[in-house]
């Protein structure tokens, strides 16, 4: 009963590097997100994937792409690592993206920038 | 626009006693409510949600929550704390007109002391 699996669980990069954190769903899932959490704001979007197909932008875009690859994976890459993105990083799935559709996380990836 | 609000960044409380956590929030249209836990280190579990009808809803770990419309608030309660209930809590609004976005508060530190 794995639920959402992200890897790595920690990293460490120097700035201007890039890497790629990968997302995989085990219960057939349609939409699927990336949040980042920081200290005393909560999570916020950067990444979502309403469904297999599509990917849009949320609130903090800037600095990542994604990559929807099928159903189940959904990889968010950094291409030019900044101090700024020291952060951590959830990924997340529901049944749908929209109406009252419980959305439920991974177990996080800890990023930091150097 | 939509957003939510936790007033307290810590909640202190004695084992046995009751617990609230509270949360207000901010929507054009009708809200879709969540409550999630974060224990050191690991991702957000989902504790329970409203999504229409009773304004009770009863979640996991003896955890409930009260919908009241004309106060805007969703706070959350259990009856008798445990010191394993210590954790970060989030609370979270869906707009129910606004596809995907799920806004979430800074979070409430609880610590239930034996």
């Known amino acids: 009963n794995a639920g959402v699996t992200q890897t790595p669980k920690f990293q460490v990069l120097k700035t201007g590097q890039s890497m790629t954190l990968q997302c995989a769903q085990d219960m057939n899932h349609n939409s699927m997100y990336w949040y980042r959490q920081d200290p005393g704001m909560g999570l916020r979007l950067i990444y979502y994937s309403a469904s297999e197909g599509t990917t849009d932008k949320g609130e903090v875009p800037n600095g990542y792409n994604v990559s929807r690859l099928n159903k189940r994976e959904f990889s968010l890459r950094l291409e030019s690592a900044a101090p700024s993105q020291t952060s951590v990083y959830f990924c997340?799935?529901?049944?749908?993206?929209?109406?009252?559709?419980?959305?439920?996380f991974g177990e996080g990836s800890w990023l930091t920038v150097v | 626009a939509q957003s939510v609000a936790q007033p307290e960044d810590q909640v202190n409380v004695a084992e046995g006693n009751p617990l609230t956590v509270k949360c207000t929030y901010s929507?054009?249209?009708?809200?879709?409510l969540f409550w999630y836990v974060q224990y050191p280190n690991r991702g957000l579990q989902f504790l329970l949600k409203?999504?229409?009808?009773?304004?009770l809803v009863k979640g996991s770990y003896g955890f409930e929550a009260e919908f009241n419309k004309s106060q805007t608030s969703f706070h959350l309660k259990k009856p008798s704390a445990l010191v394993s209930d210590s954790a970060l809590y989030f609370c979270?609004?869906?707009?129910?007109?606004?596809?995907?976005?799920?806004?979430f508060g800074a979070g409430t530190t609880v610590t239930v002391r034996a």
């Open positions: 409203y999504i229409t009808g009773d304004n």
């Open positions: 997340a799935s529901s049944e749908q993206s929209y109406s009252g559709n419980t959305i439920y």
């Open positions: 929507v054009s249209g009708n809200p879709y």
């Open positions: 979270a609004v869906r707009d129910m007109g606004n596809d995907y976005k799920l806004s």
